[in-house]
């Protein structure tokens, strides 16, 4: 077939199979890295509505469609807006049972961790990107948060064994 795209630093050029193939040989390296999923754990898919948390849910759920002992939960804030009917129907249509939670859009600070922990889940997933973290820094530089530029995610290993933290992905 031919190629969708040219992967300069590996010299590929890849038709959309392969393109999937490698993105998803990448994620699971990756998700092996953290240490979580070497038994069985419920994991918390944050969905926003938006295309990162639907891409990421579709390609957790593909990677561990054959592992029974993992259990996918969907978190949605559902504030009844355009993003949470979004993610409801991406749930749905991947097959992933929900976890809801009304409330105000303004007031998401806490609440994703709190829901995840009242379902037993040992882990969240979110659909963050390099994007959305280029954009936390650089508020972070302008509002002169120094404390923000540092790295709030330690080794996933170290948050799996903290009692009531639960790791997140992005």
Not at 94 to 119: C, F, T, Y
């Amino acid at each position: 077939m031919p190629a969708v795209i040219y992967q300069k630093y590996s010299g590929m050029n890849l038709c959309p199979a392969h393109f999937n193939d490698d993105v998803q040989r990448k994620v699971r390296e990756t998700l092996r890295q953290t240490g979580l999923f070497g038994h069985g754990l419920r994991l918390a898919l944050y969905m926003d509505g938006g295309k990162g948390s639907a891409v990421m849910a579709s390609i957790i759920k593909n990677l561990f469609a054959r592992r029974r002992d993992i259990d996918l939960v969907a978190l949605i804030l559902d504030d009844q807006g355009p993003g949470a009917k979004a993610a409801r129907t991406a749930a749905e249509q991947l097959g992933i049972r929900m976890a809801r939670e009304n409330l105000p859009s303004d007031q998401k600070e806490g609440v994703i961790a709190g829901l995840a922990q009242r379902i037993g889940a040992d882990a969240i997933a979110t659909g963050r990107d390099l994007d959305d973290e280029a954009t936390r820094i650089f508020m972070c530089y302008l509002e002169g948060n120094i404390g923000g530029l540092q790295d709030k995610l330690p080794d996933m290993r170290e948050l799996w064994k903290r009692q009531g933290t639960i790791p997140t992905i992005q």
